[in-house]
Every structure is written in C-alpha cells, then in structure tokens.
T-cell receptor, first 112, second 114 residues
Framework: GQSLEQPSEVTAVEGAIVQINCTYQ??????LSWYQQHDGGAPTFLSY????GLEETGRFSSFLSRSDSYGYLLLQELQMKDSASYFC?????????????FGQGTTLQVKP | DSGVTQTPKHLITATGQRVTLRCSPR?????VYWYQQSLDQGLQFLIQ???????AKGNILERFSAQQFPDLHSELNLSSLELGDSALYFC?????????????FGSGTQLSVL
C-alpha cells in the first residue's frame, strides 16, 4: 500500500519562504503531486515531480528525491492568500487506475 | 472554475436516510473519482470509474455505491446514513488514467447527517 507523511501545521510570515515536507512509502512510484486547498474549497493541482530535482512554477517549487522517498513544496515570497492546506499525493500502483492517494495535509498559516 | 460540477452543494439529512450526490466531469474527461474529506482530515479515496466501468475501489463502505452513466456523469449513493458520514464529498475527473495526469476537483458536497 501507500502512505504519506507531512507536518500537520506550518506557520510563516508574509514575504518569507516556507518548505512543506512529504515522505512517502509506496510499493511502486509514479511521481509525487501537490495540491492546494483553501478552507474546504476544491483542491487544485500545483505541481508534479516524476524525476529527481526541482521543478519551479513561479513562487512555488517542488522537489523530489526518489532515493530518499522524500519531496517538498517550497513557497517563496509568501502572501496572505497562500494560507491554505497543502497535500502531497502519490499514484496507486495497482492496476491501471490513476487514482491518487493523498497525505493528511499541511495547514499553512501566513501571518502579517 | 475546474469545469467539474457537483450538486447539491449542501445536503442536510437524518440518520438512516439515503442520499445521492451527483457529479458532471469536465468535458472530455473519462475518469471520475470520489473522495471523502472529514473535518480536518485528508482526502480519502472512495471509488473510481473510467468510461462507465468501475476501475478502482478504496475503503468505501458497503452502504455506499456509485455508478457512471453513458454521458459520463457519476452519482454516489449513500444509504443508511450515520452521524459519522457527515463530511465533504469531492468528485474529481481526469482525461484518463495516466500516471502523470492531474485531477480536477469539483467544489464538493457538504453532507450533514443529524
């Protein structure tokens, strides 16, 4: 099966940089995804890493180390609107399903 | 707007009742997924359909069932409802089942069982 671990809460100030870590255990690996969810709203896709290294998309970057079964989401120049929950997720390996298994989520609180 | 439509947005019902949640995927998407999110919890995978057929099952209770219709919309049926079934239920869709495909989520149905 699959399992993911991420911190439950992170707090940072506006303008700062914050890193949200995710470690995973999976019988087969097909990449690590990150989703953002504002206050019970629809989760939205942020990034996907299939290979080791850093992927940058604007203020957000995502990193993956397959040998360490570890990844992180890096948010730079934090803004108040970045306050949200962030979920890492991995693909399920069994069959050709494409379903995503999500971590419990990290609640990011950005303070002025 | 993700293009995924879920109805109703809110549902209040009593224990023992049965409800149906509806989802219309994005145009062109063949895969539909249902997730349950309880208060301050992660997204728990319930079930997936691809082009009308069940593709994967998660920890879905026997009291719950789902189907995907020929027009690709999907319904999640919850019966013999219990207080613990109160949660936010999300539907998501993707084009197919590829390993790098991203999911597009609807706004969810907030179910309250009283």
């Amino acid at each position: 099966g699959q399992s993911l671990e991420q911190p439950s809460e992170v707090t940072a100030v506006e303008g700062a940089i914050v890193q949200i870590n995710c470690t995973y255990q999976t019988s087969g690996f097909y990449g690590l995804s990150w989703y953002q969810q504002h206050d019970g709203g629809a989760p939205t896709f942020l990034s996907y890493n299939a290979l080791d290294g850093l992927e940058e998309t604007g203020r957000f970057s995502s990193f993956l180390s397959r040998s360490d079964s570890y990844g992180y989401l890096l948010l730079q120049e934090l803004q108040m609107k970045d306050s949200a929950s962030y979920f890492c997720a991995v693909r399920d390996r069994s069959g050709n399903t494409g379903k995503l298994i999500f971590g419990q989520g990290t609640t990011l609180q950005v303070k002025p | 707007d993700s293009g995924v439509t879920q109805t109703p947005k809110h549902l209040i019902t009593a224990t023992g009742q049965r409800v149906t949640l509806r989802c219309s995927p994005r145009s062109g998407d063949l895969s539909v997924y249902w997730y349950q999110q309880s208060l301050d919890q992660g997204l728990q995978f319930l079930i997936q359909y691809y082009n009308g057929e069940e593709r994967a099952k998660g920890n879905i209770l026997e009291r719950f069932s789902a189907q995907q219709f020929p027009d690709l919309h999907s319904e999640l049926n919850l019966s013999s409802l219990e207080l613990g079934d109160s949660a936010l239920y999300f539907c998501a869709s993707s084009v197919g089942t590829g390993i790098n495909e991203k999911l597009f989520f609807g706004s969810g149905t907030q179910l309250s069982v009283l």
